[in-house]
């Protein structure tokens, strides 16, 4: 198969996965870096949404700089749809 050939399928972009996949990964991030730290990663994060406070996220490799760059609404969002997805095994 040449380069052209392979260039005639349609390729789909699905941008809300594309931006789930980003909170998925940033959340990811900020558990290891709360972890890392000693901090229940859990307690902080909702302090964090709850307050919007940033000062609950340590600095720590970067994890408050790199929370801050979705939304809160993003984020539950996306703990939401994780929860129910699990909750339908």
């Given at each position: ?7 005639t ?81």
């Amino acid at each position: 198969m040449n380069q052209k050939e392979m260039n005639t399928n349609t390729m789909l972009f699905n941008a809300a996965e594309i931006q789930d996949q980003k909170v998925r990964t940033i959340l990811e991030h900020v558990v290891k870096a709360l972890d890392d730290k000693g901090y229940n990663a859990i307690n902080q994060i909702v302090g964090y949404l709850i307050s919007n406070d940033p000062a609950y996220i340590s600095s720590h490799e970067g994890a408050r700089r790199i929370i801050q760059k979705v939304t809160r609404d993003e984020i539950i969002e996306e703990l939401v749809k994780s929860y129910l997805r699990g909750s339908e095994d």
